[in-house]
C-alpha cells in the first residue's frame, strides 16, 4: 500500500546542530508540504513543493530549508538548530497540480523534535 | 490575506450532546474548506471537505459564504470523537492549505 512515512520518529538534538528530517512518500504526488505543530498555533507551513526542483517558502520557513531531487522525497534541514525550534513536524503529501483541483493532504506520523 | 480562525481551543460535551466547532474565514476568492481531525497518537486526516456535502461518522459541516463560516456539528457526540480539529482553507491559486489553530474535543462518558 502507499505510504507518507517520516524519520526518525524522535529527535533530541542540542542547539546549534544542523538536523534533517526525513519524508518518503509512495503516492507519486507531486505535491510536498512540512509543517510544525505547536500548541496555541496550530499547524504552519514550513516549505512546500510542487515537484522535482520545485520549492516554495511557507509562513515560518527562517532557519529551514528543503530540497526536492526526486519526487519521493522532500527532506527538511534545519541549519542551525535553535530551542525555538522544539516542535512535532509534520510531512504531507498531495495529488495534482499546484492550483488545479481537489487534492487531499496525507499526513505523515510526525516526528517529535526537542532542542536543548 | 486568507485566514482560518477557529475561536476555542477546548471544548468539552457529554456524550450524547450535540457538538459544533466553529470556523470561520476570511479569503477573497472562492473558497475550498476542510475539517481535518487528529486523534490521539493517530496522524491528521481528513474528516470532510465542502464540495462533497458528506456527512463522515455522523458530522456535518456546511459552508456560508455570507457569514465566512464552516461549522462542524454532530447532533449526538460520542466518546470516540474526542480529538483535536482542525478547518483548512485551500488557496485556489496556490493548492497549498492553510490550517486554523485548532480545537481540541473532549466528549465525556
Known amino acids: 500500500d502507499a505510504e507518507i512515512t517520516q524519520s526518525p520518529r524522535h529527535k533530541i538534538t542540542e542547539t546549534g546542530r544542523q538536523v534533517t528530517l526525513a519524508c518518503h512518500q509512495t503516492?507519486?504526488?507531486?505535491?510536498m508540504f512540512w509543517y510544525r505543530q505547536d500548541l496555541g498555533h496550530g499547524l504552519r507551513l514550513i516549505h512546500y513543493s510542487y515537484g522535482v526542483q520545485d520549492t516554495n517558502k511557507g509562513e515560518v520557513s527562517d532557519g529551514y530549508s528543503v530540497s526536492r531531487s526526486n519526487t519521493e522525497d522532500l527532506p527538511l534541514t534545519l541549519e542551525s538548530a535553535a530551542s525555538s525550534q522544539t516542535s512535532v513536524y509534520f510531512c504531507?503529501?498531495?495529488?495534482?497540480?499546484?492550483?488545479?483541483?481537489?487534492?487531499?493532504?496525507?499526513f505523515g506520523p510526525g516526528t517529535r523534535l526537542t532542542v536543548l | 490575506a486568507q485566514r482560518v480562525t477557529q475561536p476555542e481551543k477546548l471544548l468539552s460535551v457529554f456524550k450524547g450532546a450535540p457538538v459544533e466547532l466553529k470556523c470561520n474565514y476570511s479569503?477573497?476568492?472562492?473558497?475550498?474548506l476542510f475539517w481535518y481531525v487528529q486523534y490521539s497518537r493517530q496522524r491528521l486526516q481528513l474528516l470532510l471537505r465542502h464540495i462533497s456535502r458528506e456527512s463522515i461518522k455522523g458530522f456535518t459541516a456546511d459552508l456560508n459564504k455570507g457569514e465566512t463560516s464552516f461549522h462542524l456539528k454532530k447532533p449526538f457526540a460520542q466518546e470516540e470523537d474526542s480529538a483535536m480539529y482542525y478547518c483548512a482553507l485551500k488557496s485556489s491559486t496556490l493548492g497549498r492549505l492553510y490550517f486554523g489553530r485548532g480545537t481540541q474535543l473532549t466528549v465525556w462518558p
Open positions: 503516492w507519486n504526488h507531486n505535491n
Open positions: 504531507a503529501s498531495s495529488d495534482g497540480g499546484a492550483s488545479g483541483g481537489y487534492n487531499e493532504q496525507f
Open positions: 479569503y477573497s476568492g472562492s473558497p475550498e
